[in-house]
């Protein structure tokens, strides 16, 4: 998707199976990302330690060259970013945004053809994630994201906005 739209102001994830829990809510997340950060709203499962679907700056994108590391498919795109933003300091997770994942893992959704597709799609996803992290791919996508991003102004945070404290990195979903 990079190649074929190289200028959108932001990039995002947004699986099928989420209903959003408030109007405008994707429009909010756009305006939090900005030009460099990662902005991600509450899933009700994993909280600030996951941005099962988040919405990625198109500057931070770019930077980093991929919306996804090669061969890391549905399971684990999500840490990747984690991975990425935790380094850069730029999460920027909504509590206050919240959505519904309906899916079979959490007792929301059956367990149908498409799902059982999708999990052995994503078999073997945690090896990937490891050899990206361990290999030494993650920190290249930092090195290219710090090198992009002392080349441009920062994107301040909003008057008021305070950090806010993450959740541990979910072990069950990455290191």
Not at 36 to 50: E, F, P, Q, V
Not at 73 to 98: N, S, V
Not at 122 to 150: M, N, P
């Amino acid at each position: 998707m990079l190649k074929r739209y190289p200028h959108e102001k932001c990039y995002g994830f947004l699986a099928d199976d989420a209903i959003l829990d408030e109007q405008g809510m994707l429009r909010m997340l756009e305006v939090e990302a900005a030009d460099w950060n990662l902005a991600y709203a509450n899933d009700k499962h994993h909280g600030a330690a996951i941005p099962t679907m988040p919405c990625l700056g198109g500057d931070l994108v770019r930077a980093v060259g991929y919306l996804s590391p090669p061969h890391i498919i549905h399971w684990g795109i999500d840490c990747c970013w984690y991975e990425i933003g935790k380094r850069l300091d730029a999460l920027r997770y909504q509590p206050h945004l919240t959505y519904e994942h309906q899916n079979p893992v959490w007792g929301t959704a059956p367990d149908d053809r498409t799902y059982r597709l999708a999990r052995q799609r994503s078999f073997g996803y945690t090896d990937y994630f490891r050899a990206w992290v361990f290999g030494g791919e993650l920190e290249v996508a930092v090195a290219r994201a710090k090198e992009q991003r002392g080349a441009t102004v920062l994107s301040p945070r909003f008057p008021g906005q305070a950090d806010k404290p993450l959740g541990a990195h979910n072990p069950t979903h990455g290191l």
